[in-house]
């Protein structure tokens, strides 16, 4: 099935570092990237959106000074969580999609922890 | 988006088939029924998605009520692999816009026993 690698899979940093994540996809081409953003025992929360080669459209209450979002390829998306700080703290989910009638495939998530 | 209700929680022994169900009366005719399963510290994994006709594949089978307000996920044999968060999620594809983003709810958390 379709793959999608997240990477880095755990972060532990410093508050005030900003850190980035990349999400790829394997073997497909990834014309939609979505990232989530999940607390301990909630459900996952659509953070933004992007289409390759467009400015992610953001949902709203997330700021997208703080969290910046590349997809310059079909295969590449990153998150960059800029000057964290605690409140931070989550486990960050990518997914992608290829055409609009395909399923969503997801990482595996990288979990953030700012000190 | 129209909205999914599951139970909070299952529970089911191992190698026997598992039922789980998703209610969603104010689903439209473009809604897509989409199934996706979160293991503790993982990404959500697809499982199954279907529009009318009830559908198959190697991990599960949906089975979708006539008047499609409701729907059901069918483990045949349960291992405790299954173990996990079950997400019901519908998925409009109508339309204008180019995203059709997928919106989860709480899930039904599915415990297996040995």
């Known amino acids: 099935g379709a793959v999608v690698s997240q990477h880095p899979s755990r972060v532990i940093c410093k508050s005030g570092t900003s850190v980035k994540i990349e999400c790829r996809s394997l073997?497909?081409?990834?014309?939609?990237m979505f990232w989530y953003r999940q607390f301990p025992k909630q459900s996952l929360m659509l953070m933004a959106t992007?289409?390759?080669?467009?400015?992610?459209?953001?949902e709203q209450g997330v700021e997208k000074d703080k969290f910046l979002i590349n997809h310059a390829s079909l295969t590449l998306s990153t998150l960059t969580v800029t000057s964290a700080h605690p409140e931070d703290s989550s486990f960050y989910i990518c997914?992608?999609?290829?055409?609009?009638?395909?399923?969503?495939?997801f990482g595996d998530g990288t979990r953030l922890s700012i000190l | 988006d129209a909205k999914t209700t599951q139970p909070n929680s299952m529970e089911s022994n191992e190698e026997e088939p598992v039922h789980l169900p998703c209610n969603h009366s104010?689903?439209?005719?473009?809604?897509?029924i989409h199934w996706y399963r979160q293991l503790p510290s993982q990404g959500p994994e697809y499982v199954i998605h279907?529009?009318?006709s009830n559908v198959n594949n190697r991990m599960a089978s949906l089975a979708i009520a006539e008047d499609r307000k409701s729907s059901t996920l069918i483990l045949h044999r349960a291992t405790l692999r299954d173990a996990a968060v079950y997400y019901c999620?519908?998925?409009?594809?109508?339309?204008?816009?180019?995203?059709?983003?997928?919106?989860f709810g709480k899930g039904t958390l599915l415990t297996v026993n040995p």
């Open positions: 279907g529009l009318t």
């Open positions: 992007s289409n390759e080669g467009s400015k992610a459209t953001y």
């Open positions: 997914s992608a999609r290829g055409q609009i009638n395909q399923p969503q495939h």
């Open positions: 999620i519908l998925r409009d594809i109508s339309g204008g816009g180019s995203n059709y983003k997928l919106t």
């Open positions: 104010t689903i439209s005719g473009t809604d897509y």
């Open positions: 073997d497909f081409q990834a014309t939609t």
